[in-house]
T-cell receptor, first 112, second 113 residues
Framework: DAGITQSPRYKITETGRQVTLMCHQT?????MFWYRQDLGHGLRLIYY???????DKGEVSDGYVVSRSKTENFPLTLESATRSQTSVYFC???????????FGSGTQLSVL | AQSVTQLGSHVSVSEGALVLLRCNYS??????LFWYVQYPNQGLQLLLK??????LVKGINGFEAEFKKSETSFHLTKPSAHMSDAAEYFC???????????FGKGTRLSVIA
């Protein structure tokens, strides 16, 4: 299916565990983004990538790691999950900086 | 650095009434401005955008927004609310299209029958 897909849709984990959220897009967009959505904060940028092997930190990058070995994939890893990382995570892609963002359906992550 | 302020975390209107969602931005260079809508348990989707040119921008579902540089505003309006408009609305800004989008905190729109 064309578009941008995230997996898993829901994830429950424990503090201290490593967890990876997956994101895959079929448009060959050069840019990909990870945002987290929290009540009262809106969406905040975690990391973004302009192309394969190029990544940059966003506003709230501490505790997160990303990689982009292929244009279509942009996984987000929480190296040692904390309760404050309980959130809804959205992946997005665009054809360029400042272009329209296309969002996935999100991953709801709970850290117990 | 750019920023976005959405006035009112929750707006409630009657069906058929005017919808007005307020957005003010801060940007040191000409902004690219966006409105996105999020329906429950879904990702965000684009309503409309302003980059350059005409300051009144029309989007999907009857929404429009006007870029007012002097007021640093980009308010979203719809003449007549429909029940299906109930959702969360986000305003976002990018500095001349050269930076990642920065989102406001969102405004939840409720439509009362």
């Amino acid at each position: 299916d064309a578009g941008i897909t995230q997996s898993p849709r829901y994830k429950i984990t424990e503090t201290g565990r490593q967890v990876t959220l997956m994101c895959h897009q079929t448009w060959s967009h050069s840019y990909m983004f990870w945002y987290r959505q929290d009540l009262g904060h809106g969406l905040r940028l975690i990391y973004y990538s302009a192309a394969a092997d190029i990544t940059d930190k966003g506003e709230v990058s501490d505790g997160y790691v990303v990689s982009r070995s292929k244009t279509e994939n942009f996984p987000l890893t929480l190296e040692s999950a904390t309760r404050s990382q309980t959130s809804v995570y959205f992946c997005a892609s665009s054809a360029g900086q400042g272009k329209v963002l296309f969002f996935g359906s999100g991953t709801q992550l709970s850290v117990l | 650095a750019q920023s976005v302020t959405q006035l009112g975390s929750h707006v409630s209107v009657s069906e058929g009434a005017l919808v007005l969602l307020r957005c003010n931005y801060s940007s040191s260079v000409p902004p690219y401005l966006f409105w996105y809508v999020q329906y429950p348990n879904q990702g965000l989707q684009l309503l409309l955008k302003y980059t350059t040119g005409a300051t009144l921008v029309k989007g999907i579902n009857g929404f429009e927004a006007e870029f007012k540089k002097s007021e640093t505003s980009f308010h979203l309006t719809k003449p007549s609310a429909h029940m299906s408009d109930a959702a969360e609305y986000f305003c976002a800004v990018s500095s001349s299209g050269n930076t990642p989008l920065v989102f406001g905190k969102g405004t939840r729109l409720s439509v009362i029958a």
